[in-house]
């Protein structure tokens, strides 16, 4: 009783620990560096009446071309070349990543399909999007699944994409006011295992240094945004961290999580060094894209949905979430003379309303291009935070109000909520590794110590408890459960889980720790997760049902007799339990089978062979009748039962 209250006590206090980490790593204020905020925030050009000192751009991101499921998808994406680039004339579009879904047609496995990227690549030259616009591209998971190398002939982003760069680069936007550097991280894997082994992005030590470089580039920008496809969550980084390469940046842009199914419509956070981190939803589903913008040097960005229009973005005085102190000159809103906004429609637009705190202060003038702007008092709203809400009416009757909080003072900071922040910005694969790890050791020292515990007299009427402890007594000193699932459990954190053809043609060994193909190691993150699965939803249930079944066995049940001995209402639940693990287990030796190929199915100790492994105790503590279970026997024997 006492060891199971200290264990109770263990983990509410490392769930306690777990929560302090969460809560302070993801509240905190973030660092402003500098008490004065931008060293240009005082100074010259400030937001006026005219179109000067701005240009915009556009993210959108997870296309996922499929040649089997959603057509329309495509021709979407292809209206989005022609109309929407059209209306909006963006300086530059970012496009960041899975650019084709590369899946096969169970959608188990992933292979490239030539045809999607030539769908791509024809949906470019048919817009002619790249004579008008600056385009963008960059690879993500699905555009390098099952790509042995980057020369290999199935890579296909060298041959198919619009900018075709490989690796991490740094794009410099040259205006007459400024130049902007606009860095993409590139930690997609190469050589590039099938699904679902790329989920987390790899950035070793060389990638590092690499961004190091590039970052120390930008010191003569006015402004620095990175972008990549992963979320840096879902990096793994070498030191000094994949946050920290990025902290002169004021955001940066990615996509691959999509919205998590729908749970998370909006996924934005910002780092502790003040960099933005905003993850963009999928073009695939949900047809979001971005427009963003640099107004004297203040950044701000909308996020929008294909062909909903006006599209309205409020530049000046912008949101104060979305602010940064140390990175954009804030104090430029406070000397603006005008409220500054972007309006997009492919119909004229017939009024811009702007109102500030529900009062409506007036009808921005429309400058040039999508520029409109309205005379205000920056000082009247010098203190406390206010709202603008800005409504957009065109010539096809279609309105849309945009708005959101701002502050005219600077250092007035806003938090994100917590999940989306602890979603984007959480290391994930370390958490990942510490659970494994301790799941692992609970498992392992549960089956040992009780192997070795002096095992209790059992009274005349044991309750539920007793028995058990009992049983897993019981488990632990018959040999015959002992040592195979010690060593499976061990196994399963040591051994290869399956051999296989990781990429086609070539073989490899999946390890929970990693992934050793073609000579590479890929460092192990996801497959923690997956060993997490494996170890609560297999390894332990299986455990448990041995010992029911061995508690029964000692009372003098077989099989066809569990009935008789705990009635319909425990055994048929029980049974189902153990269908469902075996199932689940045989539905994964099935995925690896369609994924990796037949030698992954059979060369699989950690999936094929734990099915055995598993019939073979379940069958063992149905019908074993040894000295052990003899003596356990006898000594249950005079017991009564509730
Ligand atoms: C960009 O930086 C230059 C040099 O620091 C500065 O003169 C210029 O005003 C900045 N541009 C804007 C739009 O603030």
């Given at each position: 009783?006492?060891?199971?209250f200290?264990?109770v006590?263990?983990?509410?206090?490392?769930?306690?620990?777990?929560?302090?980490?969460?809560?302070e790593?993801?509240t905190?204020?973030?660092?402003?560096?500098?008490?004065?905020?931008?060293?240009r925030?005082?100074q010259?050009?400030?937001?006026?009446p005219?179109?000067?000192?701005?240009?915009w751009?556009?993210q959108?991101?997870?296309?996922?071309?499929?040649?089997?499921?959603?057509?329309?998808?495509?021709?979407d994406?292809?209206?989005?070349c022609?109309?929407?680039?059209?209306?909006?004339?963006?300086?530059i579009?970012?496009?960041?990543?899975?650019?084709?879904d590369?899946k096969?047609k169970?959608?188990?496995?992933?292979?490239?399909?030539?045809?999607?990227w030539?769908t791509?690549?024809?949906?470019?030259?048919?817009?002619r999007?790249?004579?008008?616009t600056?385009?963008?591209d960059?690879?993500?998971?699905h555009?390098?699944f099952?790509?042995?190398?980057?020369?290999?002939?199935n890579?296909?982003?060298?041959?198919?994409?619009?900018?075709?760069?490989?690796?991490?680069?740094?794009?410099v936007?040259?205006?007459?006011?400024?130049?902007?550097?606009?860095?993409?991280a590139d930690?997609?894997?190469?050589?590039?295992?099938?699904?679902p082994?790329?989920?987390?992005?790899?950035?070793?030590?060389?990638?590092?240094?690499?961004?190091s470089?590039?970052a120390s580039?930008?010191?003569?920008?006015n402004?620095?945004?990175?972008f990549?496809?992963y979320?840096?969550?879902?990096?793994?980084?070498?030191?000094?961290?994949?946050q920290q390469?990025?902290s002169?940046?004021?955001?940066?842009?990615c996509?691959h999580?999509?919205?998590?199914?729908?749970?998370?419509?909006?996924?934005?956070g910002r780092?502790?060094?003040?960099?933005?981190e905003?993850?963009?939803?999928?073009?695939?589903?949900?047809?979001?894209y971005?427009?963003?913008?640099?107004?004297?040097?203040l950044?701000?960005?909308?996020?929008l949905?294909f062909?909903?229009?006006?599209?309205?973005?409020?530049?000046?005085p912008?949101?104060?979430?979305?602010s940064?102190p140390?990175?954009?000159p804030?104090?430029?809103?406070?000397?603006?003379?005008?409220?500054?906004?972007?309006?997009?429609?492919?119909?004229q637009?017939t009024s811009v309303?702007?109102?500030?705190?529900?009062m409506?202060?007036?009808?921005?003038?429309?400058?040039?291009?999508?520029?409109?702007?309205l005379l205000?008092?920056?000082?009247?709203?010098?203190?406390?935070m206010h709202?603008?809400e800005?409504r957009?009416?065109?010539?096809?009757?279609?309105?849309?109000i945009?708005?959101?909080?701002?502050a005219?003072e600077?250092?007035?900071v806003?938090?994100?909520?917590?999940?989306?922040?602890?979603?984007?910005?959480a290391?994930?694969y370390?958490?990942?590794?510490v659970v494994?790890?301790?799941?692992l050791l609970a498992?392992i020292m549960l089956i040992i110590?009780f192997r070795?515990?002096r095992?209790?007299?059992?009274?005349e009427?044991p309750?539920?408890?007793?028995?058990t402890?009992?049983s897993f007594?019981?488990?632990?000193k018959?040999s015959?459960?002992?040592y195979?699932v010690l060593?499976?459990?061990?196994?399963?954190?040591v051994?290869?889980?399956?051999?296989?053809?990781?990429?086609?043609?070539?073989?490899?060994?999946?390890?929970v720790?990693?992934i050793?193909?073609?000579?590479?190691f890929?460092?192990g993150?996801?497959?923690f997760?997956?060993?997490?699965?494996?170890?609560?939803?297999?390894?332990?249930p299986?455990?448990?049902y041995?010992?029911?079944?061995?508690?029964?066995?000692?009372?003098?049940?077989?099989?066809?007799?569990?009935?008789?001995?705990v009635?319909?209402?425990?055994?048929?639940?029980?049974?189902?339990f153990?269908?469902?693990?075996?199932?689940?287990q045989?539905?994964?030796?099935?995925?690896?089978?369609?994924?990796y190929?037949?030698?992954?199915?059979f060369?699989?100790?950690?999936?094929t062979?734990?099915?055995?492994?598993?019939?073979?105790?379940v069958?063992k503590?149905?019908?074993?009748?040894?000295s052990?279970?003899r003596t356990f026997k006898?000594?249950?024997k005079?017991?009564?039962?509730?």
């Amino acid at each position: 009783m006492l060891r199971l209250f200290s264990m109770v006590i263990a983990a509410g206090l490392s769930l306690a620990c777990l929560t302090a980490y969460v809560l302070e790593n993801y509240t905190v204020q973030p660092t402003i560096s500098g008490a004065g905020g931008h060293p240009r925030a005082g100074q010259p050009p400030y937001p006026g009446p005219g179109m000067d000192n701005i240009f915009w751009f556009i993210q959108v991101s997870d296309i996922h071309i499929s040649r089997f499921v959603d057509p329309q998808r495509t021709l979407d994406f292809q209206k989005f070349c022609t109309e929407t680039i059209d209306v909006i004339k963006p300086a530059i579009v970012f496009v960041t990543g899975d650019l084709t879904d590369a899946k096969t047609k169970n959608k188990i496995g992933s292979v490239q399909h030539e045809i999607e990227w030539q769908t791509y690549q024809t949906i470019l030259k048919q817009s002619r999007v790249l004579e008008k616009t600056k385009w963008i591209d960059i690879k993500g998971n699905h555009d390098t699944f099952n790509v042995p190398s980057l020369k290999s002939a199935n890579n296909y982003y060298r041959k198919y994409s619009a900018f075709r760069r490989e690796g991490s680069f740094h794009y410099v936007h040259q205006t007459h006011f400024g130049n902007y550097s606009f860095i993409c991280a590139d930690a997609t894997l190469s050589p590039g295992p099938k699904r679902p082994f790329n989920f987390f992005g790899l950035l070793n030590q060389n990638k590092m240094n690499e961004l190091s470089k590039l970052a120390s580039e930008t010191v003569h920008s006015n402004q620095t945004i990175w972008f990549g496809h992963y979320t840096t969550s879902t990096i793994i980084s070498a030191s000094p961290g994949i946050q920290q390469v990025m902290s002169t940046a004021i955001a940066y842009l990615c996509g691959h999580l999509h919205t998590l199914g729908g749970l998370m419509p909006v996924l934005h956070g910002r780092h502790s060094q003040g960099t933005l981190e905003l993850e963009l939803a999928d073009w695939m589903e949900n047809r979001k894209y971005r427009i963003l913008a640099f107004d004297h040097d203040l950044f701000s960005f909308v996020d929008l949905t294909f062909d909903k229009w006006p599209a309205t973005l409020i530049t000046n005085p912008k949101s104060t979430l979305y602010s940064s102190p140390g990175h954009e000159p804030l104090g430029k809103i406070k000397h603006s003379t005008h409220i500054r906004i972007l309006v997009f429609s492919p119909s004229q637009i017939t009024s811009v309303l702007v109102s500030i705190d529900g009062m409506t202060i007036g009808s921005a003038v429309h400058i040039r291009g999508p520029l409109f702007s309205l005379l205000w008092r920056a000082e009247d709203y010098s203190s406390g935070m206010h709202y603008i809400e800005v409504r957009a009416q065109d010539t096809a009757g279609r309105t849309t109000i945009e708005g959101h909080e701002f502050a005219v003072e600077e250092n007035r900071v806003l938090h994100f909520d917590i999940v989306s922040s602890f979603i984007l910005l959480a290391h994930h694969y370390i958490m990942a590794r510490v659970v494994f790890v301790m799941v692992l050791l609970a498992n392992i020292m549960l089956i040992i110590a009780f192997r070795y515990q002096r095992k209790p007299q059992l009274k005349e009427s044991p309750g539920f408890f007793t028995l058990t402890i009992f049983s897993f007594h019981m488990f632990s000193k018959t040999s015959v459960f002992y040592y195979p699932v010690l060593l499976f459990t061990c196994y399963t954190a040591v051994g290869p889980w399956f051999i296989g053809e990781v990429i086609d043609g070539r073989f490899g060994a999946c390890f929970v720790f990693g992934i050793v193909v073609d000579g590479h190691f890929l460092e192990g993150s996801l497959t923690f997760f997956i060993g997490i699965l494996q170890l609560t939803f297999f390894n332990i249930p299986l455990i448990c049902y041995l010992c029911w079944c061995l508690l029964l066995r000692c009372r003098g049940a077989c099989f066809r007799t569990h009935v008789k001995y705990v009635g319909w209402i425990r055994t048929v639940p029980m049974h189902l339990f153990l269908a469902a693990l075996l199932l689940w287990q045989v539905y994964a030796c099935y995925f690896l089978l369609i994924t990796y190929g037949t030698a992954a199915f059979f060369l699989s100790p950690v999936r094929t062979w734990s099915v055995v492994l598993a019939v073979g105790l379940v069958y063992k503590a149905w019908t074993l009748n040894n000295s052990a279970i003899r003596t356990f026997k006898t000594e249950m024997k005079n017991c009564r039962y509730s």
